[in-house]
């Protein structure tokens, strides 16, 4: 073989997101497994899990949707939170485990919002109005049936997320994580104030895009100041969701440029544009032939990871060579392959994603209990 010929993948070569090396362009995009104990403090079962990856060879892993606070914030039973000291005490055995791998961690900040369906805090959800969501709560994830109408949430209220928010951030700072992902994507809070169809307010947070994308603007503002410079601050962003695979912003570029232009403005490292499970190519592409990730980076400034179909090498390739992204975030083909990077430098296939490893539920018990039956 000529090696003066051989081309490195590109989706293998460093990158840089804030302050923060990572050995590649991979990511484990944040995957909900909803397997911490009842008090939302994470487990051994998950520290092992997550260091997989890091042992696997990926530059970088986003976790699970981890509420910051305890009161309308957490969307599942059983998911972990970042909004108590013996939290972020679980979460120091994950961090350890992934550094010593050599990887690298940031804990993704998620409210549910109007999409909870899980939570002990309160009795009620709370939402940018009163609309029901819609579509029906998620079986693998533990719910059954139609999500009640949540309440409008007053604008104190939002000022104590945007607090939440920011202490979380400084407990994932305590617990060892090298940043905090904001999740203002897939049909939870934050996307519901962006969401035209259940943001009907009328004061400063509704109404024209730049008002509905102030709450997340405003949450990014609180978490930057609120921890170190070298602390990584990102915000992953969709237009499509768990309860709506049709929706897309209805201003298309114009409301993409107000986005991306306010955020770009508030001191984040990163944007990530989430597919919801589609492929890339499916819900990237705007009017004009241009992209939305590629559109994202141009606007904001900012480095960008894409998302939706990533493992497959040729596609990857493109999205980052003609400039779409500057990394990759990965999910189903990440279970399937905890060791994607390695494969992928040694030319290896890769195991196709088996849904039964996420059935009845999508827990780690139920993966370790598909793995059994399988060998």
């Known amino acids: 073989m000529d090696l003066t010929t051989t081309r490195v993948h590109p989706a293998l ?24 104990r009842p008090d939302g403090v994470p487990t051994a079962e998950m520290a092992e899990y997550y260091a997989a990856f890091a042992t696997g060879g990926f530059g970088l892993i986003i976790s699970e949707g981890t509420y910051p606070d305890a009161a309308y914030s957490q969307g599942y039973f059983n998911q972990p939170g970042l909004s108590t000291a013996a939290q972020a005490e679980g979460w120091r055995a994950v961090t350890d485990r992934v550094h010593a791998a050599g990887g690298k961690i940031v804990a993704q900040l998620m409210h549910a919002g109007a999409l909870s369906q899980g939570n002990p805090h309160r009795s009620e959800l709370a939402g940018p109005s009163a609309v029901q969501p819609r579509g029906q709560m998620m079986p693998e994830y533990g719910g059954d049936g139609p999500w009640p109408v949540p309440r409008e949430l007053s604008v104190l209220e939002i000022k104590e997320i ?9 407990r994932a700072h305590v617990a060892g994580f090298d940043g905090v992902e904001i999740h203002g994507a897939n049909g939870y809070l934050l996307d519901q104030f962006l ?16 008002n509905r994308i102030r709450l997340t603007v405003e949450i990014a503002d609180a978490v930057v100041a609120a921890t170190p410079q070298d602390f990584v601050v990102g915000v992953r962003l969709s ?8 929706y897309r912003w209805p201003g298309g570029s114009y409301d993409a440029d107000v986005i991306f232009s306010l955020l770009g403005a508030t001191g984040v490292d990163y944007l990530h544009i989430a597919s919801e499970g589609r492929n890339w190519l499916e819900t990237a592409r705007l009017q004009g032939g241009q992209t939305i990730t590629g559109l994202a980076r141009r606007i904001s400034g900012l480095p960008v990871i ?12 493109r999205v980052l060579t003609d400039g779409h992204a500057d990394l990759l975030s990965i999910g189903h083909g990440a279970l399937a392959n905890p060791d994607l990077p390695r ?31 399988r060998s």
């Open 195 to 210: 969401t035209v169809y259940t943001n009907r307010r009328t004061d400063e947070y509704g109404g024209p895009v730049a």
């Open 343 to 373: 494969r992928l430098a040694d030319g290896r296939p890769l195991e196709d994603f088996d849904r039964a490893m996420l059935q009845p539920s999508v827990t780690l018990a139920n993966a370790k209990q598909w793995q059994t039956d």
């Open 239 to 246: 237009q499509t969701k768990v309860n709506d695979f049709e």
């Open 13 to 36: 070569e460093p990158a840089r997101i804030g302050a923060v090396d990572l050995a590649n362009r991979l990511a484990v995009a944040p995957m909900t497994r909803v397997s911490a």
């Open 306 to 317: 894409a998302n939706g179909g990533m493992h497959d090498a040729d596609q990857s390739d």
């Open 162 to 170: 945007i607090d939440g928010f920011a202490a979380a951030a400084v």
